[in-house]
């Protein structure tokens, strides 16, 4: 089922983007109003500073209205506009390490120390952990909550949520494998930029 109509009717518009590609600003006007705020509270979770969640979300739309012509209106805009902003929160960081490291007086080198792209990755495999965790089926997700978020043992879950052991062993099996796959996508969207 998609939920397109109900959070984003013109998520895969493609004649609204068809007309953004045109050249249209009240298409480029309706994508902003729309995407604004989600894309501001994405970037606020990834860098937790409101000036430069605003300032990467200004620099989205900026670089979405000099591409418009590139579009492909039959993707949808969500991906792209995303992609957008994972691009820029990373130069923001590649360019606050660089910063960082020209402030730093030390004899230990940057790279020795966690920096700011190692907290912004973890920071958005925190998001795509949550989310997938959200996406479970509810007796997973409560297993995987009852160990995970609080440390309960397989024997102490089983009682509690009045199942077998082996169904608790089973739900924390497919729940760490659907965390791992997460893991390598996100390292590997990582290791793309």
Known sequence: MRRTSENNPHEGDPQLLELLKQGDSLAFQTIYVQWRKPLFMFLYKLTLSEDDADD?????????????????????????IY?????????????????????????????EHINSLDIIVARETELLAELAISKMPEQRRRVYQLSYREGLTNAEIADQLNIPRENVKHHLHEARKQLKKLIALSFLLFLMH
Not at 56 to 68: G, M
Not at 103 to 109: G, I, M, P
């Open 83 to 111: 992609l957008l902003a994972r691009q820029s929160a990373y130069k923001l960081f590649r360019r606050q390490r660089v910063e960082e490291g020209y402030l730093a007086n030390s004899e230990f080198s940057f790279d």
């Open 56 to 80: 990467i979300t200004q620099e989205v739309f900026i670089t979405l209205w000099e591409t418009r012509e590139r579009l492909d209106p039959g993707k949808g805009i969500k991906a792209y």
